[in-house]
């Protein structure tokens, strides 16, 4: 019967204990909870590249390869040679294209020392840039200054036609205006012999026939004077006509040149343009390096093959660029992000036992969302640097290259657990509060 009384003291003494204990643990997890800072930060997952992303390497009209002098892993330097592209098919055609510009350049010139009335031909001075393994040059020169001359001397031969035809009238002329001389001193006489006739049969000592047919006469001579009066009008009417025919042969030379002229530089346009884009993709045969870096994603490994447009032939990879982390931030932790920020770095690329995290700061925070085409995901992008010195803490073995993952720790601030604990529900109560 003693023994529950005699067990009462000890049960009270381990309640008391325990309670105490009790009340000490809540205490110091309460007071723990609220004094204590933990610090936050924002997990994304990213990786190294070149502060200049990787170069992509195309070629705006295509072509055949002629030859490949890079491979796979080549470091080159900015604007060293990396593919030559066949030039026949472009050489043929530029060929063909100055031929017909050295044509028309050609007869450019003749007809523009026609327009002129020139005594001989000024070749445009882009003719003889022509001069060279496409264009016979002196033979193309020489025909246009032997059509030059021929057409010169047949005009000519015309114009001295018309010349002596005006001659010949002159003549003709010379002929009439002697003849009317030759009549005026006719009817002078003749007047004379008829005022003597008129006295004498006045005075009854001539015969009226007499006096009539000299009358008869001068009557005749007139009309002869008369005609050859018309015949001096008409034979200068005909040579106005053959002046204005003279004329009308160097117009009518001139009109055609102009005329032809004017067909001609349009054609000379049309080709000088053609050429001009023929010289310019035969400068874009040779892809050259745009920056110097590593070859990366060879796309061609054949002679003779065909490249389109555009097509990405290869990646260099820039070696002369700063490193610098990139990464991909939910949406929802946007708006912890700030320049400046301080950053963890872990590369789990490393052996993490031995490979120490690197400090940095965010560097820049995309302006909008980007949206994975892939999963629909919304994320926006940040780039972080490594502080000054941070990399040299890797050790010599251990080299940061582009494309190594790495796990970006954005610091956001410390709170205590009890916010950590509390802050869903002061959330949940907000919305609920907000949705009422």
Same mark, same amino acid.
């Given at each position: 019967?003693?023994?529950?009384?005699?067990?009462?003291?000890?049960?009270?003494?381990?309640?008391?204990?325990?309670?105490a204990f009790?009340?000490?643990?809540?205490?110091g997890?309460?007071?723990?909870?609220?004094?204590?800072q933990?610090?936050?930060?924002?997990?994304?997952?990213?990786?190294?590249?070149?502060?200049?992303?990787?170069?992509?390497?195309?070629?705006?009209?295509?072509?055949?390869?002629?030859?490949?002098?890079?491979?796979?892993?080549?470091?080159?330097s900015?604007?060293?040679?990396l593919?030559?592209?066949?030039?026949s098919e472009?050489l043929?055609e530029?060929?063909?294209?100055?031929?017909?510009?050295?044509?028309?350049?050609?007869?450019?010139?003749?007809?523009?020392?026609?327009?002129?009335?020139?005594?001989?031909?000024?070749?445009?001075?882009?003719?003889?840039?022509?001069?060279?393994?496409?264009?016979?040059?002196?033979?193309l020169?020489?025909?246009?200054?032997?059509?030059?001359?021929? =057409? %010169?001397?047949? /005009?000519?031969? *015309?114009?001295? $036609? @018309?010349?002596?035809r005006i001659?010949?009238?002159?003549?003709?002329? +010379?002929?009439?205006?002697a003849?009317?001389?030759?009549?005026?001193?006719?009817?002078?006489?003749?007047?004379?012999?008829?005022?003597?006739?008129?006295?004498?049969?006045?005075?009854?000592?001539?015969?009226?026939?007499?006096?009539?047919?000299?009358?008869?006469?001068?009557?005749?001579?007139?009309?002869?004077?008369?005609a050859?009066?018309?015949?001096?009008?008409?034979?200068?009417?005909?040579?106005?006509?053959?002046?204005?025919?003279?004329l009308?042969?160097?117009?009518a030379?001139?009109?055609?040149?102009?005329?032809?002229?004017?067909?001609l530089?349009v054609?000379?346009?049309?080709?000088?343009? =053609? %050429?001009?884009? /023929?010289?310019? *993709?035969?400068? $874009? @045969?040779?892809?050259?390096?745009?920056?110097?870096?590593?070859?990366? +994603?060879?796309?061609?490994?054949?002679?003779?093959?065909?490249?389109?447009?555009?097509?990405p032939?290869m990646?260099?990879?820039?070696?002369?660029?700063?490193?610098?982390?990139?990464?991909?931030?939910?949406?929802?932790?946007?708006?912890?992000?700030?320049?400046?920020?301080?950053?963890?770095?872990?590369?789990?690329?490393?052996?993490?036992?031995?490979?120490?995290?690197?400090?940095?700061?965010?560097?820049?925070?995309?302006?909008?969302?980007?949206q994975?085409?892939q999963?629909?995901?919304?994320?926006?992008?940040?780039?972080?640097r490594?502080?000054?010195?941070?990399?040299?803490?890797?050790?010599?073995?251990?080299v940061?290259?582009?494309?190594?993952?790495?796990?970006?720790?954005?610091?956001?601030?410390?709170?205590?657990?009890?916010?950590?604990?509390?802050?869903?529900?002061?959330?949940?109560?907000?919305?609920?509060?907000?949705?009422?």
């Open positions: 019967m003693d023994t529950p009384s005699s067990n009462g003291p000890s049960f009270r003494g381990f309640a008391i204990a325990g309670f009790l009340v000490l643990l809540v205490g997890l309460g007071g723990w909870s609220v004094s204590t933990i610090s936050g930060a924002v997990i994304a997952q990213g990786s190294i590249q070149v502060e200049q992303n990787r170069q992509i390497v195309q070629h705006p009209d295509g072509g055949v390869v002629a030859q490949i002098l890079v491979g796979e892993g080549d470091r080159v900015a604007e060293d040679v593919i030559q592209l066949d030039d472009l043929a530029l060929q063909i294209i100055e031929s017909q510009l050295a044509e028309i350049l050609a007869r450019t010139s003749r007809f523009t020392a026609e327009r002129d009335e020139a005594q001989d031909i000024s070749f445009d001075p882009l003719l003889h840039m022509l001069n060279g393994s496409h264009v016979e040059l002196p033979e020169i020489a025909g246009q200054e032997r059509l030059f001359q021929a =057409r %010169r001397v047949n /005009l000519e031969a *015309r114009v001295n $036609r @018309l010349k002596e001659s010949q009238i002159h003549s003709q002329i +010379d002929g009439i205006m003849q009317q001389e030759s009549i005026d001193d006719q009817l002078v006489l003749l007047q004379e012999e008829l005022v003597n006739q008129q006295n004498l049969l006045d005075q009854g000592l001539a015969q009226a026939g007499r006096v009539l047919a000299l009358q008869r006469e001068e009557a005749r001579l007139r009309g002869q004077a008369g050859l009066t018309a015949q001096r009008s008409q034979a200068a009417g005909q040579i106005t006509e053959l002046e204005l025919e003279i009308n042969q160097s117009s030379r001139r009109e055609e040149a102009i005329t032809t002229l004017r067909d530089q054609r000379r346009l049309e080709l000088i343009e =053609r %050429r001009n884009i /023929l010289m310019q *993709r035969l400068s $874009r @045969l040779e892809l050259r390096a745009p920056v110097a870096g590593v070859v990366y +994603d060879l796309a061609v490994f054949a002679r003779k093959s065909v490249i389109r447009p555009a097509d032939l990646f260099l990879v820039p070696q002369d660029q700063p490193l610098v982390i990139t990464a991909q931030i939910n949406t929802d932790d946007v708006d912890q992000i700030y320049l400046g920020q301080p950053v963890n770095l872990k590369f789990t690329s490393f052996n993490q036992r031995t490979t120490p995290s690197l400090f940095g700061e965010v560097s820049r925070v995309s302006a909008d969302a980007f994975d085409q999963t629909g995901r919304s994320y926006f992008e940040i780039e972080a490594l502080n000054a010195g941070e990399a040299q803490r890797l050790g010599q073995d251990n940061l290259v582009p494309g190594m993952p790495v796990e970006v720790f954005a610091e956001t601030g410390s709170q205590t657990p009890m916010d950590y604990l509390i802050q869903p529900f002061t959330d949940y109560l907000g919305r609920a509060f907000r949705e009422f």
